[in-house]
């Protein structure tokens, strides 16, 4: 596993649970709003894995699971061995993705490795390739539906950026169906931007999208505001 970064102890990054944050190397995305833009290019981290499993080992008692975000975590070949020996010590895992490499989530769903997934949708699905120059679609379409009926739990998750629209976000609702979690999240300026040229959304559009869409998802989640 390439690591590049770790969070000892988080209380926000996995619902309901107190989780050490894992942050892994590379990205086939290039989302310019990303917080962590500075991984997406990378392909060797910093972070070595024996360290990360001496600490899970000394915090175990403390923790209720382990967050591996990004970058993409599935491009990472030893993802499946990684996982394992986090269970192995006893604890949880949140699996945080782009959608875009459904047979690894499956892989790893199948082989009962994953106790969250928490997908980001981008943007509605007929913008996706401008906005995220992703061009297969069908994919991100394929693991909305799967991640949806799968049985573990989820949430898929949108950063409401600039460049999107209230309507987008309707429009993306729509797109993904009924979900059980569903969270809109504000845009805050990376590090890497130096001057903002376009300002974030409201707080009161971002409440006023929950008071209109709130009936078409179980629960609709409003972060960062």
Not at 97 to 116: I, M, P
Not at 212 to 222: A, H, K, M, Q, W
Request: hydrophobic content about 35%; some cysteine.
């Amino acid at each position: 596993m390439e690591i590049s970064g770790l969070i000892k102890n988080s209380f926000v990054d996995y619902p309901k649970n107190i989780a050490c944050v894992v942050f892994t190397a590379g990205c086939n995305m290039n989302c310019w709003y990303c917080h962590n833009h500075d991984l997406i290019s990378e392909t060797k981290g910093e972070i070595d894995e024996e360290y990360v499993f001496s600490l899970l080992e000394e915090r175990k008692k403390f923790l209720d699971g382990v967050v591996i975000t990004g970058g993409e975590p599935t491009l990472q070949p030893d993802l499946t061995e990684f996982i394992k020996k986090i269970k192995s010590i006893g604890l949880k895992v949140k699996l945080d993705t782009n959608g875009t490499n459904l047979s690894v989530v499956k892989n790893l769903v199948n082989a009962g490795l994953l106790d969250y997934i928490a997908m980001d949708v981008k943007a509605p699905l007929s913008k996706y390739s401008v906005i995220t120059s992703v061009p297969n679609i069908q994919e991100i379409k394929d693991s909305i539906e799967y991640i949806k009926n799968c049985g573990v739990d989820y949430e898929f998750r949108t950063t409401f950026a600039p460049n999107l629209t209230s309507d987008d976000i309707k429009q993306l609702v729509k797109d993904i169906g009924f979900v059980k979690n569903y969270a809109l999240q504000q845009y805050r300026k990376p590090e890497h931007i130096v001057k903002e040229i376009l300002k974030p959304h409201l707080p009161s559009e971002l409440n006023a999208l929950k008071e209109e869409l709130g009936g078409l998802v179980n629960n609709f989640i409003i972060r960062n505001i």
